[in-house]
């Protein structure tokens, strides 16, 4: 199994999703699979200019030259695709919605009906079988990650590519905090672990797996009073020392 995942998050390997994402790629490993891991903060990708050369001018191949020139054959050759991404603003990251609009040449122009919607035919030599989602997001409910689960399943029925789960990590602040304290929650970490064992081995994630990476770190009012906390004693700081100019 290849797998290619790319981090969204401009921490990078720092960011809390890598938190999640770190240990689930270690999982695939430890199971046998190839896996490729990208930061769209070290690539270079420019938007999708939209003139559709890559469907008849060069099919299956964009114009464009920047990384996407080279990312863009392994994705083709990956049997498994991995986007990680933090919620900043409702959705996936700026770069990392770049990177999949710039997917585009993977798939060819026909449409197809497929289970009676519109839908475009993978185009022959894309191996990818497997979409998995990361996500990392600062609010408490679960529901702030449905855009993107709904974007996923979206590109899962247009491309046919199986759209396998998503690792959801809320406030996975909390998280961070919690580990730099000593206080055990490594079960959440094993988890994602096993996670990947399990797409490696069964090509399937268990949903009580997913239910313990995603599970309530503490109360919806702890998080709220914490997150208030801390960013007021960041400001009380920058006034107290004179930075905060208004």
Known sequence: MKVIAINGSPNMGRGNTALILNPFLDGLKEAGAEVELFYTKQLTVNPCQ??????????????????????????QQADVWVLATPVYFCGVTGPLKIIMDRMLPCVEPFYELREGHCAHPLRPGNQCQKLVLVSNCGFWEMDNFDPLVVQMRTVSRITAIEFVGALLRPHGWV???????????????????????????SGRLSAETLKIVSRPLVSLEQCVEFANQYFQAKLDKLNVDGQNVR
């Not at 003139?51 to 099919?59: D, G, Y």
């Not at 998280?175 to 081995?201: F, S």
């Open 50 to 75: 939209g003139e559709l050369n890559c469907w008849i001018k060069a099919p299956g191949h964009c114009s464009r030259q920047d990384d996407m020139q080279w990312l863009g054959g392994k994705l």
């Open 175 to 201: 998280l961070r905090a919690m580990l730099d304290r000593g206080i055990p929650v490594n079960d959440v970490l094993e988890a994602a672990k096993d996670a990947g064992r399990q797409l490696a081995t």
